[in-house]
């Protein structure tokens, strides 16, 4: 059965700090990957995909077959990516599963 | 931009009642789904449709029922409402475009639904 575990419930970083947060998957098919945000009273949006393989708002993400992992990387965090974050792996086709999300604070 | 539209962003009802939530795009995306979200528990599927009439159990589908009579429209139904189905429901759509792959999911603002 496939499976998205973001092992986070929460993480708080300062200002100018790097973040990673954490996503392994377990999809025996070849996967595809999302990461998706959703900013206070905000719709949630998808942020990247794995097969892009874009920085968006200075995220990055690499797909990990080896470790199964799709972590979201930042160099630098800014207050403004206080969010709640979600991995998702597409499968069968067109249907998503999601992780149970990770909350970043970014402290001033 | 594609624009998936809840009718109610909030809505209280009582235990016992039949409750629709209905959800809309315009993008004439062929997959539309239902989640609900909760603290701790992430999205769970509840139902999808992948086309006019058609439609799947998704993870967590107990206690509630779909329709989708036309494209663009995809109903929620809870059938007698319970306390334990209090949450915030997302409907998102999507579509599998010939030679781009596979699309995201475009979601809706969300109907925080109470049961009491």
């Known amino acids: 059965a496939q499976r998205v575990t973001q092992p986070e419930k929460l993480l708080s970083v300062f200002k100018g700090a790097p973040v990673e947060l954490k996503c392994n998957y377990s999809y025996s098919g070849s996967p595809e990957l999302f990461w998706y945000v959703q900013y206070s009273r905000q719709r949630l949006q998808l942020l990247l995909r794995?097969?892009s393989r874009e920085s968006i708002k200075g995220f990055t993400a690499d797909l990990n077959k080896g470790e199964t992992s799709f972590h979201l990387k930042k160099p630098f965090a800014q207050e403004e990516d206080s969010a709640m974050y979600y991995c998702a792996l597409l499968y069968n086709f067109n249907k998503f599963y999601f992780g149970s999300g990770t909350k970043l604070n970014v402290k001033p | 931009d594609v624009k998936v539209t809840q009718s109610s962003r909030y809505l209280v009802k009582r235990t016992g009642e039949k409750v629709f939530l209905e959800c809309v795009q315009d993008?004439?995306?062929?997959?539309m789904f239902w989640y609900r979200q909760d603290p701790g528990l992430g999205l769970r599927l509840i139902y999808f449709s992948y086309d006019v009439k058609m439609k799947e159990k998704g993870d967590i589908p107990e206690g509630y029922s779909v329709s989708r009579e036309k494209k663009e429209r995809f109903s929620l139904i809870l059938e007698s409402a319970s306390t334990n189905q209090t949450s915030m429901y997302l409907c998102?759509?999507?579509?599998?475009?010939?030679?781009?792959?596979?699309?995201?999911?475009?979601f809706g603002d969300g109907t925080r639904l109470s049961i009491l």
């Open positions: 993008m004439d995306h062929e997959n």
């Open positions: 794995h097969i």
């Open positions: 998102a759509s999507s579509t599998t475009q010939q030679g781009s792959g596979n699309q995201p999911q475009h």
